[in-house]
């Protein structure tokens, strides 16, 4: 079976004041239908860029990314996104803002919003605006909203890095619960080795500026996964082997 996504020896670099920035060099990657991939690196390894790239959000200046066996030149239909900042519209109720990606569709469905609301933990919060929520709260809504055309492809850019630890460990199990109902294939990038090992079927390490692929590490833990786990020994032998291709990189 082809991959959904590869990168094949994808590079880019930003231009800045202080001289051009090359982020990524010579990426080469394959995600499987289906499969949850977690990004770790350093700060300033590229792993944004290269979720960016995967989204069709960015073109790669060397190299190219293939969706579904076709050059991806634009963020394709079936794609849903999440970012460390909910990035909610303020005007807009709970309900609308998961709605969204429905209006734009054509498909606008309340009972799927609703259905969606009630998986997430926010019935009743319906015609709340973003200000009148918690910031757990606005992740889980901007979460659902990410979820709710039933993605094939979801993309997730340290979507809880600015929740505390309790807080984090719940969405973890949340996302982990809705990911387990349709399978979307995910590409979830995060600073967290612990959080990145619990979560995903498979680790990549990126190396310091520029990134490149250093470590790819498949989880072989049954799932689905338990929160006691999450401190385990088969857990925490993979962190350290994350963690060990890592130290070697800096």
Known sequence: MQPLLIAENVSHHFRAPSGDVLAVRDISLRVREGEFVALVGPSGSGKTTLLRMFGGLLQPEQGRILYKGQPLMEPPADIGMAFQKPTLLPWR????????????????????????????????????????????????????R???????????????????????????????????????????????????????????????????????????????????ERYGQSVQEYVERVWHTLEQAR
Do not use: C, K
Request: aromatic residues 6%; glycine residues 6%; charged residues 25%.
């Open 93 to 144: 109720s709970v309900v609308d803002n998961v709605r969204l990606p429905l209006e734009i569709t054509g498909r606008d469905d309340y009972a799927d919003v609703a259905a969606m609301l009630e998986a997430v933990g926010l019935t009743g919060f319906e015609e709340s605006l973003p200000a009148e929520l918690s910031g757990g709260m606005q992740q889980r809504v901007s979460l659902a």
């Open 146 to 228: 990410a979820l709710i055309n039933q993605p094939r492809l979801l993309l997730m850019d340290e979507p809880f890095g600015a929740l505390d630890m309790m807080l984090r460990s719940e969405m973890n199990l949340l996302l982990l619960n809705l990911w387990e109902r349709t399978r979307p294939t995910v590409l979830f990038v995060t600073h967290d080795i612990q959080e990145a090992v619990f979560l995903a079927d498979r680790v990549v390490t990126m190396s310091p500026r520029p990134g490149r692929v250093i470590g790819n590490f498949a989880v072989e833990i049954p799932r689905p996964r338990a929160e006691s």
